[in-house]
């Protein structure tokens, strides 16, 4: 095979706050990094062993030169990102207040990736990787949607494992309703769904607007419940798991639901957490793995 892992989506040039624990306002320097979900997972499955390869776009602009420079020194091949003239890298902010503070801005009006195209997609290996990973939001716009859509078909039909991370960000979505109908069409295409209680629900759910409008609202729990049970029944070969923070996760697999118990942490920042599961679970699997050894490595994956 030719990956291990092959990673569809956006991605950004962060700028972390330095001040921990200060308000955005106050920040008075910042840390350089790479971003956007599937490009974290990425960066954590290669940390982790697999060979892996990303599939997004970056602009023909320094902020572009950065990113790949940073992925390759991450050992993630990136000889299939195209540069798109015509748009810049995207780029986030992110403030640090912890627990639970954690005030994230997108620059996202016109960013490369979702320019990503089906000749792009076409010319990637697909069909010779071992496993695949989607992002919901690389659905919201764009001919990105198209090249997720085409990918997840490939996989499928070669039978490489696709993984979908729900990856809800609301300002990202023109309207609440929008996100649901977008990624609900790549479920059935599906082996693997990964996300938390609340993007289970905007995804699932007839009042999406709870979590879109509101990120961290209350999920009504009878409702996510038989969201839940009805997509198991309408895709009782796809597996769910359903991140549930400090309970751990939830792995809906062959029938049963697993609950594998998370590790407690002092928190610091949780940007980026989903993601190191993410690269956990996916690690452990594509390594043998059972889902309980696996939910319990990516615990500790996001954890740390």
């Known amino acids: 095979m030719s990956y291990d ?22 920040i008075e320097s910042f840390d350089t990094g790479v971003g956007g979900s599937p490009i974290n997972i990425a960066i954590g499955s290669s940390r982790l062993g697999l060979k892996t390869a990303v599939l997004t776009a970056v602009g023909a602009d320094p902020v572009g030169d950065f990113v790949l420079n940073f992925l390759q020194n991450e050992n993630i091949d990136t000889s ?21 503070q954690f005030p994230l801005v997108f620059y996202r009006e016109n960013p490369a990736d979702v320019h990503l195209s089906l000749d792009d997609v076409m010319a ?21 949607r198209d090249v997720t859509l085409y990918a997840a078909d490939v996989a499928s039909n070669a039978e490489a494992t696709v993984f979908i991370d729900l990856d809800v960000r609301p300002d990202q979505w023109a309207h609440p309703l929008a996100y649901g109908l977008n990624v609900r069409t790549i479920f059935p295409m599906a082996d693997v769904i990964i996300g938390t209680e609340e993007e289970f629900y905007a995804a699932l759910s007839g009042t999406p607007e709870r979590v879109m409008v509101k990120p961290l609202a209350g999920v009504v729990p009878d409702e996510l419940d038989a969201a839940l049970s009805a997509l198991v029944e309408r895709q009782p070969g796809t597996v769910l798991v359903v991140k549930r923070g400090a309970r751990g996760v939830s792995i809906f697999h062959d029938g049963t639901v697993e609950d594998i118990p998370g590790f407690p942490v002092e928190i610091v920042n949780t940007v980026g957490a989903g993601d190191a599961f993410a690269s956990g679970l996916i690690t452990a699997r594509l390594q043998g793995d059972d889902w309980y050894a696996a939910g319990r490595f990516a615990n500790a994956c996001g954890a740390l």
């Open 5 to 26: 892992l092959i990673t569809i989506g956006r991605v950004s040039m962060d700028l972390f706050s330095l001040q921990i624990g200060a308000p955005f306002v106050q």
């Open 80 to 100: 299939l990102v195209p540069r798109k003239p015509d748009a810049r890298t995207g780029m986030a902010v992110l403030g640090i207040e912890p627990p639970d």
């Open 124 to 144: 990637a290996p697909i069909a010779e990787s071992r496993a695949l990973l989607l992002s919901g939001t690389a659905l919201s716009r764009g001919s990105a």
